[in-house]
């Protein structure tokens, strides 16, 4: 069964502009990770979060966890074109398991 | 450093033929997975191996899956018969045992049953 919900399914923004993405989760996790996928590609990972942190960054990227509410969100600033991909959330239920992924964000950064 | 590398990158049978897909995981790399990824959803996890051993199967279906890897390094899944709902891409990742279970995915397998 999924795991993560993530809002919105879809969104459309000029290059620039910020996105956010929103997860949510049920379970209590060990950690929750962002990954992209271009078209017909595989899956990157972008980032990690653990259980006990509350924000991260990366380059543009700034990921927030909320376990009272088991949600997370990702922002990525200065959004470009090459953004342009599906973005999902995963858990790490338990160290060394499964992730468990969401059914994704297509993000699409018009020029 | 090589990633995960998987083979082919497209099939088209038809319902009730076989398949395999390969898969080799980045050297060292000691757990593999397989995903499948229907069009417009999120990766499903069909199994799981630490090695050459299976750690997690539960949504393997048994009656037409299956996968082994042997020598604890490449990986082959299996589907036999194919059925329609059996169009999807299909994934490896592999990821350092242990740690903080960070996956680094091949380009897939994009299966469509007819």
């Known amino acids: 069964s999924q795991q993560g919900e993530e809002d919105p399914q879809a969104l459309s923004i000029q290059e620039g502009e910020n996105a956010t993405m929103n997860c949510s989760y049920k379970?209590?996790?060990?950690?929750l990770q962002w990954y992209r996928q271009n078209s017909g590609r595989g899956l990157v990972h972008l980032i990690l979060i653990r259980s006990n942190e509350r924000e991260k960054h990366s380059g543009r990227l700034r990921v927030t966890l909320d376990t009272s509410k088991k949600s997370s969100s990702l922002l990525i600033t200065a959004s470009r074109a090459a953004d342009t991909a599906s973005y999902f959330c995963a858990t790490d239920v338990r160290q060394g398991g499964k992730l468990i992924f969401g059914q994704g964000t297509e993000l699409s950064v018009k020029p | 450093e090589a990633g995960v590398a998987q083979s082919p990158r497209y099939k088209i049978i038809e319902k009730r033929q076989s398949v395999a897909f390969w898969c080799n995981p980045i050297s060292g790399h000691a757990t593999l997975y397989w995903y499948q990824q229907i069009l417009g959803q999120g990766p499903k996890l069909l199994i799981q191996f630490q090695n050459n051993g299976v750690v997690d199967d539960s949504q393997l279906p048994k009656d037409r899956f299956s996968a082994e890897r042997l020598k604890g390094v490449d990986s082959t899944l299996k589907i036999q018969p194919a059925k329609l709902e059996d169009s999807a891409v299909y994934l490896c990742a592999s990821s350092l045992a242990g740690g903080r279970n960070i996956q680094y995915f091949g380009a897939g397998t994009r299966l469509s049953v007819l």
């Open positions: 379970t209590s996790i060990n950690n």
